[in-house]
């Protein structure tokens, strides 16, 4: 008889979101009536700009004649949207990075979990704790992991970088030395970053203890502060040690549209072997390509049109999150980020439980939030509000938590 993977059966019998999913489908079973306001998942809420749905519209009538129909992708993306995103994501920043080191795909998610692919099963990973659940569940599927505790929350062979109020939720270099390293800056959940002299501190000890840093930048386009990197590739010595993933999903709303990209640089070697060509055989192996279209509304988001619109769009959703860390903070909690990050984390009132925090707010406030401890054991007594709504429900999210 057939047999599975195992390392499935090792996951929590409960996910993060899918358990928000269930309360507030019970919830508004039970209330019909009740107007609630999701400020819970990161998924945007303004429609796609101008630039993109003209971008859209063009490629579907390329797509209608024989001369300019296109099937399957190039296994890299198209070279008109990798040289946009070379330009200006890159070059425009001082980056070394040529257009075929960079992969084109579906969106930052699926790469975050796919890319572990590449390493051997040995390597031990580090992570900020609490952080984006994609790193830790997709190593503990490939059967890297270790046995989960229920009472710590941990793996017993993950090594944890707790962020916490105490280091301003800043991860500091691990006591056991790991060979992988993920990091997310802007950090979701807790929405705090690094200047980029704290980054080239991470990219000078992942060069000396030999190991690979997965850098998640799928927030880079709320940084508004100067001194905070847009890429690690900013610091010098990070082609050597770093494979950066993004996202077309926050930066242009693509959340349903589907486009991100990972960097995976030439120079980026273990011993005589390239991470490039195993990362481009395993890209080709099993990955068909981002439809044309959406390669073509992707180049939008570098146009002229497109920048300035997404600069508007960007701006709305970070009027949203000062909106809601100010009211917080008037209003007596303890918060944090919401400068260059779309999500507010704050610190549950009363000593209550992150679960007891979401319970409290659904039933007394009718608005949805994320319980931090979901994200990891030093999220307990945090929860993460997210800035993707409208902005008419931010402002009346608010006043209601203020309410009670």
């Known amino acids: 008889m057939y047999q599975i993977n195992d390392n499935y059966q090792k996951l929590p019998g409960s996910y993060l979101f899918s358990d928000i999913a269930k309360k507030v489908k019970a919830f508004s079973d039970a209330n019909p009536d009740a107007k609630i306001i999701r400020l819970g998942i990161g998924d945007v809420t303004q429609p796609l700009v101008p630039a993109i749905i003209d971008a859209l519209h063009g490629a579907v009538d390329e797509m209608a004649k024989a001369e ?210 195993m990362w481009a055989r395993r890209h080709g192996t099993k990955f068909n390509g981002a439809p044309y279209i959406v390669q073509r509304a992707g180049e939008a988001v570098y146009s002229a049109a497109g920048k300035a619109q997404l600069k508007d769009q960007v701006g709305y959703y970070m009027k949203n999150a000062k909106t809601i860390k100010e009211g917080l903070k008037d209003a007596g909690y303890e918060v944090y980020g919401g400068v260059n990050a779309p999500y507010i984390w704050l610190k549950t009132p009363e000593k209550m439980t992150s679960w007891d925090f979401f319970d409290y707010l659904l039933e007394k406030a009718n608005v949805v939030g994320t319980p931090g401890c979901g994200f990891g054991p030093s999220g307990e007594g945090y929860f993460r509000l997210t800035a993707f709504g409208s902005y008419e429900n931010t402002v009346a999210a608010l006043e209601r938590i203020k309410a009670l």
């Open 68 to 277: 300019t129909f296109h099937g399957y992708a190039p296994d890299l993306g198209y070279e008109f949207l990798r040289n946009a995103i070379a330009e200006n994501d890159y070059k425009a920043r001082g980056c070394d990075i040529a257009a075929d080191e960079i992969f084109v795909s579906d969106g930052a998610k699926s790469d975050s979990g796919n890319i572990q692919e590449i390493f051997s099963l040995d390597n031990r990973i580090a992570v900020c704790d609490p952080v984006y659940p994609v790193y830790v569940d997709s190593n503990v599927m490939a059967g890297r992991c270790g046995t989960y505790d229920a009472a710590s929350q941990m793996w017993s062979n993950v090594i944890y970088m707790p962020c916490t109020r105490e280091n301003n939720f800043v991860p500091e270099f691990p006591k056991e030395t790991p060979d992988m390293i993920y990091l997310c800056l802007p950090n979701n959940p807790t929405g705090t970053t690094i200047t980029k002299a704290q980054l080239q501190e991470w990219v000078d000890y992942a060069n000396k203890v030999g190991a690979v840093i997965i850098y998640d930048g799928a927030y880079e386009a709320y940084i508004s502060e100067d001194d905070v990197a847009h890429s690690i590739y900013e610091c010098e010595g990070a082609k050597t040690c770093a494979i950066e993933l993004k996202s077309f999903s926050k930066n242009a709303g693509f959340t349903g549209v589907r486009l991100g990209y990972t960097v995976v640089p030439k120079e980026l070697k273990c011993g005589n072997v390239s991470l490039h060509d």
